[in-house]
C-alpha cells in the first residue's frame, strides 16, 4: 500500500526538529532509518501529517566513551555497533544483539535510537538498555532531560518519550574490571524477530561475587521487561549454577508471552528459562575474561 500523504521536513539542527514537532502537536514523526516508520505507514497504521527527518542534523551518530559513560548518538546506524571495536571490546552484549537484527540492509539502515524509542516489545536492543542500565538523553523546546530506561518503557509501543520530544543520545555506564555481558535471542529463522531474547550484565567483585547483576528479557510481555528480583537474587552469589537457575525461575516469573506464529505462550516461557541460563554463562565468561 501507499502511505497517506505528509508533509516532509528536514531539519539543519536539534532546535529545529523539536520546533517541528512540537508544532505538530502528537501528529508528526521522526524519521530516521525508518526500518520500523515506514512499513506501518504503508499499511496505514500510522498516518501522521508529518515526517521529520534527522539524518541532516550533525553529531547525532556517534560511538563515544568518557570517563563516566558510553555515549551512542540517536542516528547511529544498527550496523555500526557490529563494527566498532569498542563495543565488540568492552559491551559485548550490544554486538550480541545487532548482530541478530535482520539483515545487513537493514542493520545498515536502521539506528539505534529508532530500535530503542519505537517501543516494539519485540525488538532487541531494549532489553540491553534495561540489563546495562541505560539513560536516554531527550530534548524538548523547554530543554534537555534524561530518562532511566527502566522507566522508559511504558506499554506496547508506548514509551516515555512525550511527542515533542526527541531522542539524543543514549548514555551506558562505562565498563568495569570484573564486567561481562551477553544477549541471547531465540529465532526461527535468522534475521527473525525473536521468539525470546535475553540480556544479562554482571559485575563481579575482586573475591569473585556478583556486585550488580542486570537482566532483562524481550518478546515475552508488553514491553521488554526488567527481571528486577532475578537481579536482587544474584547480587552477593557466586556466578554457579544454583543461583543462575533461581535467577532463571525468577525471570520466567514476570513473563506474559502470547500465542502466535512463532509459537505457543507455553513455550516461550520454558525458553526464558533456557535462555537466561544461557545468557547469564555467558556474561559470567566474558566477566573472567572469556569470549
Known sequence: MIPPRFEYFAPSSIDEAVQILDRFGGEAKVLAGGQSLLPVMKLRL????????????????HIREDAKSLRIGATTRTNDLN?????????????????????????????????VSHGDPANDLPACMLALGAHFVVRSPTGTRTIPAKEFYQDTFVTALESNELLLEIEIPKARSGQGNAYVKLEKRIGDFPIVGVAANLVLTTKGTIESAGLALTAVGPTALKATEAERHLVGKAPEE??????????????????????????KRAMVRVLALRALHRASARAHGGA
Do not use: C, K, W
Open 46 to 61: 500510522a498516518e501522521p501529517r508529518a515526517l521529520v527527518d534527522i539524518n541532516r542534523i550533525p553529531d547525532l551518530a
Open 83 to 115: 563494527d566498532s571495536e569498542l563495543i565488540h571490546a568492552r559491551y559485548p552484549i550490544l554486538s550480541d544483539a545487532a548482530y541478530e537484527i535482520a539483515d545487513p540492509l537493514v542493520r545498515n539502515m536502521g539506528t539505534v535510537g529508532g530500535n
Open 242 to 267: 544454583a543461583a543462575f537457575q533461581r535467577a532463571a525461575e525468577l525471570a520466567q516469573e514476570i513473563t506474559s508471552p502470547v500465542s502466535d506464529l512463532r509459537g505457543p505462550a507455553e513455550y
